[in-house]
């Protein structure tokens, strides 16, 4: 009888136990996609047989750069939270 007793309640605890979807559960704890960050114009100036840049398009040049890592940074943290690490 405790037998009988014991495996009711094992397989009555074990039927309310609802297991969550794999799928469900990783989209919404994912982090978002970032978006590509929007390039600022940069012209380069062909000058005395090479290029030249303004002060405020090597800022632009130099902006660029910091925002595109940065977008690389975030890309890779997402790939490593898909991968597992």
């Given at each position: 009888?405790?037998?009988?007793?014991t495996i009711?309640?094992?397989?009555s605890c074990?039927?309310?136990?609802?297991?969550?979807?794999?799928?469900a559960?990783?989209?919404a704890?994912?982090p978002?996609?970032p978006?590509?960050?929007?390039?600022?114009?940069v012209?380069?100036?062909?000058?005395?047989g090479?290029?030249?840049?303004?002060?405020?398009?090597?800022?632009?040049?130099e902006?660029?750069?910091v925002?595109?890592?940065?977008?690389?940074?975030?890309?890779?943290?997402e790939?490593?939270?898909?991968r597992?690490?």
């Amino acid at each position: 009888m405790l037998i009988a007793l014991t495996i009711f309640s094992v397989a009555s605890c074990a039927s309310r136990i609802a297991i969550p979807d794999t799928e469900a559960v990783l989209s919404a704890i994912a982090p978002p996609v970032p978006a590509l960050p929007e390039p600022e114009p940069v012209r380069f100036e062909d000058r005395d047989g090479g290029l030249w840049l303004s002060y405020g398009d090597y800022r632009a040049l130099e902006r660029n750069i910091v925002a595109m890592r940065e977008h690389i940074a975030k890309l890779e943290a997402e790939n490593e939270f898909w991968r597992g690490r």
